[in-house]
């Protein structure tokens, strides 16, 4: 019997992405590394734990071509991507992969300048999250 355990530090599972695509908003990011990369990551992860019925999924296993990641894309209820830059790198990888994209935000158009650090602010973060959710319909449960 496991004794002790404090509940609250337990990791939240996300919904399987396979399994219930149909009922998600799947959310791709291009991770990008520079500034504006990791912003979207980390909006995506954002709107993941706190969007309702919405979940980042892998970009990389979709251009690596994982069947089970293209059944997700082409399923889902919502494809949303976000990009750093214009380049535009996931876009380009989920459209190539003949999946709908939905939405497809780019985090240099909410006025955030590409820089070569990953160290990020939470204010842009929000922000972005903020204005996605905004536009896409996403219900968003946190206290600003
Ligand atoms: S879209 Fe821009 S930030 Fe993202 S991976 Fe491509 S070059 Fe990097």
């Given amino acids: 019997m496991v004794e002790n355990v404090d509940m609250e530090k337990l990791p939240r599972f996300l919904p399987s992405c396979h399994k219930e695509a149909e009922k998600l908003d ?5 991770s990008g590394a520079a500034s504006v990369g990791k912003i ?12 309702q019925d919405a979940r980042l999924c892998c970009t990389t296993a979709v251009a690596a071509g994982s069947k089970m990641h293209l059944e997700i894309g082409q399923r889902a209820r919502k494809v949303i991507v976000i990009d750093g830059c214009p380049m535009k790198c996931a876009t380009k990888v989920i459209e190539k992969a003949g999946i709908k994209v939905d939405h497809s935000f ?3 158009d909410f006025g955030i300048a590409k820089q070569p650090t990953l160290d990020i602010s939470d204010e842009d973060i929000l922000k972005v999250a903020l204005q996605i959710a905004e536009r896409t319909g996403m219900k968003l449960n946190i206290e600003q």
């Fill in 26 to 30: 799947i959310i791709f990011t291009c």
């Fill in 106 to 108: 780019t985090v240099t």
């Fill in 40 to 51: 979207g990551h980390e909006v995506g992860v954002l709107l993941t734990n706190a969007g």
